[in-house]
């Protein structure tokens, strides 16, 4: 029989996909123009790019998703009875992708007959189709909205629903892939939408030993190399590039210091590359590198004042058993 979803609500509001074509000409345009030449890691995830980030999330070296659903997992019961201690709430879950964490606690509070709704937010329509489809399956008995558009455009859906109570979901570290200033701004737009009794959930990666950061951003069998070269292949098949791929290569650094891992790709051989949808050449020098993306590691104190520069304060640390990645659950201040 075939199933009936709720309408989407698409954010994006594009007629075509001319206005993300033009934008994203201009950000690698821009990027590349650079004396440090710079891609934005969000464009990372197109259907090929979703696809391997699957993969890493599989992968040994990748600890960050075990151990978030093993966080989840053990705390699911609690985390549920937070959630619905004030009645009626939204849960929206912004970038669900394919919400396999998400569901532990969505069966926990179908379990405890706890009543809200869930509003899923991707980028990813086709994702959305598919978990709106899959949560009919498995659990009919919640209902859902997906939402199809970026954190930012979430933002509205939020600012239309500004009276009514809210559980925020930013899980699996996402927030480590802004920039600190992006950060604050972001968290603090969801907070200007949250009123008291509303809570954010946030899965932080915390600081631990280099070595197994580094792997997890490296790993043996070459798939995290693969995902970030995966841009330029991207560029090539969406924007008319000529990057020859196989002459460039992976290249992943931590600095403990700072707790940032950042990931490039670099060039191996002095080249020219032309992308005509940005009516321009970019020139490499052998070895050049182009900086691709930066992941977060955070101490608590860290998390503990993002969260109160925001208009934040923690309510309760959930960490998993090596005390490697913690969800932190917020309440508005
Ligand atoms: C989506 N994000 C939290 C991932 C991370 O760990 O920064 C993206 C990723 N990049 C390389 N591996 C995974």
Same mark, same amino acid.
């Given at each position: ?164 109570? /809210? %559980?925020?979901? *930013?899980?699996?570290?996402? =927030?480590? &892939? ?7 701004? @972001? +968290?603090? $737009? ?53 990057? /020859? %791929?196989?002459? *460039?290569?992976?290249?992943? =650094?931590? &600095? ?7 990931? @490039? +790709?670099? $060039? ?66």
């Amino acid at each position: 029989m075939p199933l009936t979803l709720a309408p989407m609500i698409e954010l994006s509001r594009k007629q075509d996909g001319s206005q993300d074509t033009a934008a994203f000409a201009r950000d690698v345009a821009d990027g590349l123009s650079q004396q440090q030449k710079t891609l934005p890691s969000r464009y990372f995830y197109d259907g090929a790019g979703s696809r391997l980030f699957q993969q890493i999330m599989d992968l040994p070296e990748y600890y960050l998703t075990r151990s978030e659903f093993e966080v989840l997992t053990n705390n699911r019961q609690t985390m549920a009875e937070h959630f619905a201690r004030e009645g009626f709430f939204h849960l929206i879950d912004l970038g669900a992708g394919d919400a396999l964490k998400t569901k532990i606690l969505l069966r926990e509070l179908a379990r405890q007959q706890s009543v809200f709704d869930y509003v899923p937010v991707d980028i990813s329509g086709d994702a959305m189709l598919e978990l709106s489809s899959s949560l009919q399956e498995e659990l009919p008995e919640v209902k859902v909205e997906a939402v199809v558009g970026e954190y930012f455009q979430a933002l509205e859906w939020l600012q239309e629903h500004k009276a009514e109570r /809210k %559980v925020v979901l *930013f899980l699996g570290s996402n =927030i480590g &892939n802004f920039e600190y200033q992006e950060s604050l701004e @972001f +968290l603090g $737009s969801v907070r200007s939408y949250l009123q008291a009794g509303d809570r954010l959930l946030m899965g932080v990666d915390l600081r631990k030993n280099p070595d197994v950061i580094l792997n997890a951003y490296d790993d043996a069998a070459g798939v995290t190399a693969a995902f970030n070269l995966n841009l330029l292949h991207r560029i090539n098949r969406e924007l008319g590039g000529d990057f /020859k %791929v196989e002459q *460039f290569c992976h290249h992943a =650094i931590y &600095n403990p210091l700072e707790g940032v891992m950042r990931s @490039f +790709l670099v $060039s191996k051989v002095e080249q020219q590359v032309q992308i005509r949808e940005t009516g321009k050449t970019f020139s490499f020098e052998a070895w050049e590198a182009i900086h691709t993306e930066n992941s977060h590691k955070y101490t608590l104190r860290q998390v503990e004042e993002l969260g109160s520069a925001c208009g934040f304060k923690v309510e309760t640390v959930f960490y998993d058993s090596q005390r490697g990645f913690a969800d932190v659950l917020f309440t508005v201040s």
